[in-house]
């Protein structure tokens, strides 16, 4: 799989995640709820405050909700810029409501953390620190200044100093803590849903390959007898015209055209077997044709196949499954990539378990990131002090994600790791610091019957 353009799967890439109709729609139901908290707290509790002001500022807000609905269509999806704006004049309309309303004495100021909050997970990061720093200045501006609530009898709703304190502290650090969270979580399943997109289409391209060897075949098997029958007769044609010296090398032209024509769909039938019509291969079938594009790069690559304790001494035949050929094939072209000089593919088997290792002679995974060596799109600052084996290499983790994932669902367990000193499963055991990376399939999920008879093929519409 060509490494995709980080434009187009990439773990930030959040644009236009908004749409217009849910941002309205949360704005009509904040709206709603502050108009009933005015009411009850007007009515219910006989609190008194600036009644027209505030309800000059619930209609502004309630006529750019009115606005937006009648002059965008509702499957608008809103920019970076247009929804910060939007977050910022309900954070400004929300301040005005509490510099009417008790400032920072009132319960509802806890309501500046829902802008804030939403915009962490829809907006990229710097427009939430923005947003942020508004708020927490704004919401320190109205804690100083502001109209208090009264009762009835006109003696206004005072709270302790530091009571006041209390609550702006507690808002500030909701509104950093809410903010931090909700985008990382927010980054986080960005990623992994891109990730899982990039994964599927690396499944899906081997799918798409691997059906076009069968139409390959197939074709070639099918087009092997009429040219038979092409040749058969332009054969009789050379015979029957040895009087006709020209039309006789028109029919010897047939002839080597057919000769032609059968020896390259001869060449097509044999490489669509190879990659299709074999459902189940030996093991080491399996491995050579997985490391294949990468055993004429610059790096030698060793294959070594033998029992392990208690395993049978014949070579176990496995599933041939796109997912898991290019899992393996991910592995292996890490491996080339960072190796000085050397790749081992060991493999073994147990009664029970199959064990694959692939080991090379490079640096090793760096110490710090063994403990996300899987996770997509990595990104941590490259250790100077390490050569730099693979020029213009992003290092975003990602092909190491699709090969575990792939290999995950196939039955394997991966471990990543680094050698340190001998190698005891290869020969001579070298004194190694490469990584190592292994896979744990149990039997019964990648070995198949070899005795069994195969399903009969089915016909492929051409």
Known sequence: MQSPTFGEISQDHRGEWVRLRTMTYLRTVALGGQAAALLVAHFHFGLR???VL??????????????SMVLFPQTKRLSESEAMLTFLFDIALLICLLYLTGGITNPFSLLVLGPVTVSAMALKPRSTLLLALVAIALLTLVSFTYQPLRFVDGTALVVPPIFAFGFWAAIVIGI???????????????????????????LTREQKLTDLGGVVAATAHELGTPLATIKLVSSELVEELRGHPE?????RLLVEQADRCRDILRSMGRAGKEDTHLLRAPLEAVLQEAADPHCDRGKKVHFLIAPGLGGDEAQPVIQRRPEIIH??????????????AQVWVQAEWSDRVLTIRVIDDGPGFPPALLGYIGEPFI??????SRPRHRPDYEGM?????????LLERSGARLTFGNCDGPVTVLPNSPRLE?????????????????????????????
């Open 247 to 251: 039309l006789q090398a028109d029919a």
């Open 327 to 340: 899992g393996l094939r991910n592995l292996i072209q890490n491996a080339v990539d960072f190796a000085a």
């Open 397 to 405: 983790g990602l092909g190491l994600f699709i090969a575990k994932t």
């Open 434 to 462: 490469g990584a190592q990376i292994r896979l744990d399939w149990p039997l019964g999920r990648i070995v198949v019957d070899s005795s069994a008879t195969l399903a009969p093929n089915q016909p492929v519409a051409v």
């Open 379 to 384: 990104r941590r600052r490259r250790d100077p």
């Open 54 to 67: 505030v309800w000059l500022v619930m209609g502004a807000a309630a006529l750019s909700i009115l606005l």
């Open 49 to 51: 405050f600036e009644v």
């Open 176 to 202: 950093l803590f809410q903010a931090f969270y909700a985008q990382r979580v927010a980054a986080e399943a960005s990623s992994m849903a891109n990730a899982l997109l990039a994964a599927q289409m690396a």
